[in-house]
Nanobody, 116 residues
Framework: QVRLVESGGGLVQTGGSLTLSCAVP????????AEWNRQSPGNQREFVAK???????VYGDSLKGRFTNSVDNAKNVVYLKMNSVKPEETSVYYC??????????WGRGTQVNVTS
């Protein structure tokens, strides 16, 4: 089964920055869409950001301007740049992609802990 591999999570202070990476097998490119979601214990999965092949990225409420989702087609990596992070954004961050084969692929997530 094809799986994506997220990395870059860890400990970050409130107001700091962190960049998450999602390694995607080259065979899945070109991507139709690349998306990040997050989930913390006891909460539902929350939409973070989405990039598509035919439009500008979209972001969850209060994230636009602080988070940036991008795709590096040369390196086969999807990035999520997070700035001015908040303690309530402590979560497991998941990457998933939708490909030209009309299938979704996803990873196991990477933990982000924002300290106050």
């Amino acid at each position: 089964q094809v799986r994506l591999v997220e990395s870059g999570g860890g400990l970050v202070q409130t107001g700091g920055s962190l960049t998450l990476s999602c390694a995607v097998p080259g065979s899945l490119f070109p991507l139709t869409a690349a998306e990040w979601n997050r989930q913390s214990p006891g909460n539902q999965r929350e939409f973070v950001a989405k990039s598509t092949s035919d439009g500008p990225p979209v972001y969850g409420d209060s994230l636009k301007g602080r988070f940036t989702n991008s795709v590096d087609n040369a390196k086969n990596v999807v990035y999520l740049k997070m700035n001015s992070v908040k303690p309530e954004e402590t979560s497991v961050y998941y990457c998933d992609v939708y490909c030209s084969d009309r299938k979704y692929y996803w990873g196991r997530g990477t933990q982000v802990n924002v300290t106050s």
